[in-house]
């Protein structure tokens, strides 16, 4: 007999959150001091923490218990806004992916050559270019033959953050507190670890914004659990702190082994590792593995997320919005067009960016771009949550993050605004000379502008009109 009882447990959503939100590559990126917060990044965690993870993570919740549906964020946009704009944060999210794949595959070509212990061939942008559209190509193909493929990818990487996290973490501690192998690389004081007001620290407060976002994923499995006004707080509180202890911790350790001013946002996690490995006598092909480890983790990341955005957007767009082709699905259920599009696209904006001098300066500047698209649907979604909260009292699910409707509804202002100076913050020149400045903002806020206006042009193009979703007909869905 099959089991009937399909109830998401305690447990498994804290896991589910863990694994949704934790990312070990932002701990050198945002402790790093070009480009980061250096031992500011400490506080800076724990603050974002709670004023924007743990708020939103909430919200998500209520909406997903009140509108159940696999549409996620885009149903609750169409709820408040219309049609219209449900479209839009589907557009927004889809190529905010186009930025992260390339961010994610070039981190990818980089751990890859520590992974075969060549760790300088990670500074040739030919090199981790071409490795990243041989990458993407290859997936590319691969997940339009269904997501058999992606099953041992997913599987074996899956902790592939976590745990060399862990191996950092306690290799650190070991070396420099335990067995005083050599003194810290950085010192703790209230002065230290105050984040500099510059441009590039802001940058990084971003970036940290952007790295706590993606709560919506799990939202809709409050509904299936068996105590929802309880449990899921209790889940999401614990999943922060377990998450906000890596991010902590880990920027610690990793500043106790190398200086802020050595970390490299695309290298410090292995370079970190390096160094813990020389004080203990670790063999460096434990550095090795490790790579290993990371990369099958971004295997498993990039397989998962080639053809599930692609079929959320072409797929359960609204007739009319893209072409018939770039909707039809192969014999595997996979829309290899549009999947075929987005791999050009990709392999454009990587080579795009191969116009800046040095590899970390291509790969900081993909991440800030991931960052910048990232956050406009959460505006998006935090406006809805707003009007929502204050429109429409008659639909209450099974759980409500405030009973409190002007509490509730300061709290989506907050993350309304919290998001938008991200968003202005994210785009802040940095770069250290006026030609680099050039190149620089014109791909970051030309490429958010762009994407804006061509989903606003696709959507007045299909002649269809804004209508907003009726309370009634969701209510019926929840029936079914």
């Known amino acids: 007999m099959k089991k009937t009882d399909k109830r998401i447990t305690f447990g498994e959503l804290v896991f589910m959150n863990i694994s949704a939100l934790y990312g070990i590559r932002w ?44 549409g996620g964020m885009g149903e609750w946009v169409k709820i408040a806004y219309g049609t219209k704009y449900g479209f839009m944060v589907s557009w927004l999210h889809w190529t905010a992916l186009i930025f992260w794949y390339a961010s994610f595959l070039t981190f990818f070509a980089i751990n890859f050559t520590y992974m075969i212990g060549r760790p300088e061939l990670a500074d040739n942008k030919i090199l981790v270019l071409g490795m990243s559209l041989i990458i993407i190509w290859l997936l590319s193909f691969a997940s339009m033959k269904g997501m058999e493929f ?27 507190v335990v067995l005083k192998k050599a003194p810290s690389a950085s010192v703790y004081t209230v002065q230290t670890l105050t984040p500099k007001l510059n441009a590039n620290s802001l940058v990084a407060i971003s970036g940290i914004t952007f790295a ?49 001013s050595k970390i490299f946002a695309y290298t410090g996690t292995l370079d970190a590792l390096v160094v813990a490995c020389d004080l203990l006598n670790v063999p ?34 609204e007739q009319g919005v893209f072409p018939e082709k770039l ?10 067009k549009a999947i075929l599009m987005q791999g050009v696209l990709v392999s454009v904006l990587l080579a795009g960016v191969a116009l800046f001098p040095a590899v970390e300066t291509i790969y900081n ?38 009973r409190n409707k002007k509490w509730g509804i300061f709290l989506g202002y907050m993350e ?42 696709i959507w007045k193009r299909s002649g269809l009109k804004n209508i907003t979703v009726d309370i009634r007909s969701v209510e019926q869905k929840k029936l079914h």
């Not at 990818?153 to 862990?166: D, K, N, R």
């Not at 509904?223 to 610690?252: F, H, T, W």
């Not at 909707?327 to 290899?336: D, R």
Request: charged share 10%; aromatic share 10%; net charge negative.
């Open 27 to 70: 701990i050198a990126k945002s402790t790093s001091d070009s480009f980061g917060l250096g031992l500011g990044a400490i506080p800076t965690w724990v603050i974002f923490m709670f004023i924007f993870f743990v708020p939103q993570a909430l919200m998500c919740a209520e909406l997903a218990s009140a509108y159940p549906s696999d």
């Open 150 to 176: 992606g099953k041992y990818f997913t599987s074996a990487g899956s902790l592939g953050s976590t745990i060399p996290t862990i191996c950092l973490i306690v290799m650190a501690f070991l070396a420099i």
């Open 212 to 260: 706590y976002t993606g709560a919506e994923l799990t939202a809709n499995f409050c509904s299936e659990m068996k105590n929802p006004q309880k449990d899921y707080p209790r889940a999401i509180m614990i999943a922060a702190a377990v998450v906000c202890i890596l991010y902590v911790v880990g920027s610690v350790a990793m500043t106790m082994l190398l200086p802020t």
């Open 284 to 317: 460096q092909f434990f550095v090795q593995v490790i790579a290993l480890g990371i990369t099958l983790s971004i295997l498993g990341a990039l397989v998962l997320y080639i053809s599930q955005p692609t079929k959320m957007l072409f797929g359960q767009a």
């Open 327 to 336: 909707t039809e699905n192969n014999e595997h259920g996979i829309l290899e």
């Open 365 to 402: 500047v993909l991440v800030t771009m991931t960052a910048l698209t990232s956050l406009f649907p959460y505006v998006i979604l935090f406006m809805s949550y707003i009007k929502i909260k204050r429109e429409k009292e008659d639909v209450k699910g099974l759980y409500q993050m405030t």
């Open 416 to 457: 309304l605004v919290i998001c938008v100076i991200a968003i202005v913050c994210s785009a802040l020149p940095v770069m250290t000379t006026t030609k680099e400045n050039i190149i620089y903002e014109t791909e970051l806020i030309g490429g958010g502008l762009l994407v804006i206006l061509s989903g606003l042009w």
